[in-house]
């Protein structure tokens, strides 16, 4: 079959978009001002179940240390730390990326930046993050 000629009652559809590389994977990404699919980060998912996870391993005491909990899970203390402090996100900031409605360039590198631990000056960290900074402005200071 040859593109020379068009065959009889075919459409061709041309879609607009192009592939970027995000988190270690590629992702369609769709024009400015088209409906993006709302699709949670599966890197930042997984970043804030193991951050809780290990929160609730320390609380309950079944590790004592960051460091005894990082050697058993097979990671350096210092990254165990930097996720840890996911817990420490507003949330409707967690909300946000459950659902996510974070922006595209939000990513696990990016939200394990250091960031406000006050929840009422994280909502400037959220709107830069987030697709719908509305939904972060709840706890706005007044």
Sequence with gaps: MTRGAPIPNTVTLHVPFRLVKRGGRKEMQLPDGTAQPQQA????????????????????????????????????????????????????????????????????????????VDWKQQPAFGKSICQNPSAINALAPD
């Design 41 to 116: 980060d599966s890197t930042l998912l997984k970043a804030l179940a193991r951050a809780f996870r290990w929160k609730r391993m320390l609380e309950t005491g079944e590790f004592t240390t960051i460091a005894e909990l990082a050697e058993r899970e097979g990671i350096v203390p210092s990254y165990m730390s930097r996720v840890l402090r996911l817990t420490l996100l507003a949330p409707d900031i967690v909300e946000a990326i459950l659902e996510g409605k974070q922006d595209s360039t939000m990513t696990l590198a990016r939200v394990l930046e250091p960031f406000p």
